[in-house]
């Protein structure tokens, strides 16, 4: 079962966006300036995609009823300074999320980098970084080594794993967005590799971006991560990086 994509404006359902090519002639106009809610259903679940900042409210109430009849697993796809995507099993809990998001339509994010220590013993940590942070080393394919550079106190991406996941989406290259010195990505998830050059422990977080992605979207990824203490060969002082987009326990909007 895959169906065509079913529109919702102005509370009312559209069965085609040709109904509507006289207001809009994109799906972006249609989600960020008309305020068209567009929900797909599929083998794999429910898909509902908006842009929060948009007047959609009557549309979001109809896509509320509208899920409690549909097939689960929801994914809740929504605009807010960039894409969110969430997942949930059981349609009041898609509807709760829904009607939170309604009543924080007026929220402007102030960052678009959020970094939060996390206990191990209390987290659903992914193999990798359980493995990392015990064993305190990883396959280098799974990490990104970064170096100090004293003349300026900052730290360059000076090697990107294969099978990372910025190297996933960018290209294993320490030229890509992520890696970029300079930013407030960069200032702000850095904040940590000091300590962990300096006690030589390893540090276990969680970070979720918002990040421009090569088809020119934002969207928020949320990682957990494992930093350990690294030395290059030619002595120079540094982190090793490895993480995994997954659940984390930071709650932007």
Request: net charge negative; with cysteine.
């Given at each position: ?180 010195n300079g930013g407030s990505y960069d200032q702000i998830v850095s904040e940590i590799y000091p300590r962990v050059i ?36 030619d002595g120079t002082r540094g982190v090793t990086v490895v993480s995994q987009v997954a659940n984390v326990d930071i709650?932007?909007?």
């Amino acid at each position: 079962m895959d169906t065509s994509p079913i529109w919702i404006s102005h509370g009312h359902l559209v069965r085609s966006p040709q109904e509507l090519s006289h207001v809009a002639d994109s799906e972006d106009q249609l989600l960020h300036r008309e305020g068209v809610v567009k929900i797909r259903v599929s083998e794999k679940g429910t898909t509902v995609r908006w842009s929060v900042f948009a007047s959609n409210w009557a549309s979001l109430y109809f896509t509320m009823d509208w899920l409690r009849t549909s097939p689960g697993p929801f994914r809740l796809e929504y605009f807010l300074v960039g894409w969110f995507d969430e997942t949930y099993a059981e349609a009041h809990e898609a509807v709760d999320r829904i009607h939170t998001l309604l009543s924080k339509s007026d929220v402007h994010i102030m960052s678009r980098t959020f970094v939060k220590e996390a206990d191990p013993k209390l987290s659903r940590m992914p193999d990798l970084l359980q493995d990392a942070l015990t064993d305190r080393t990883v396959n280098p394919d799974f990490a990104i080594d970064l170096a100090l550079d004293p003349k300026d106190d900052r730290f360059k991406v000076m090697r990107v794993g294969d099978r990372t996941p910025i190297a996933e989406l960018f290209g294993a290259t320490p030229v890509a967005y992520p890696c970029v010195n300079g930013g407030s990505y960069d200032q702000i998830v850095s904040e940590i590799y000091p300590r962990v050059i300096r006690t030589g422990e390893p540090h276990y977080g969680h970070v979720f971006a918002a990040m421009n992605t090569p088809d020119r979207t934002v969207r928020w990824y949320p990682y957990q991560r494992v930093v350990l203490p690294h030395l290059f060969p030619d002595g120079t002082r540094g982190v090793t990086v490895v993480s995994q987009v997954a659940n984390v326990d930071i709650q932007v909007v």
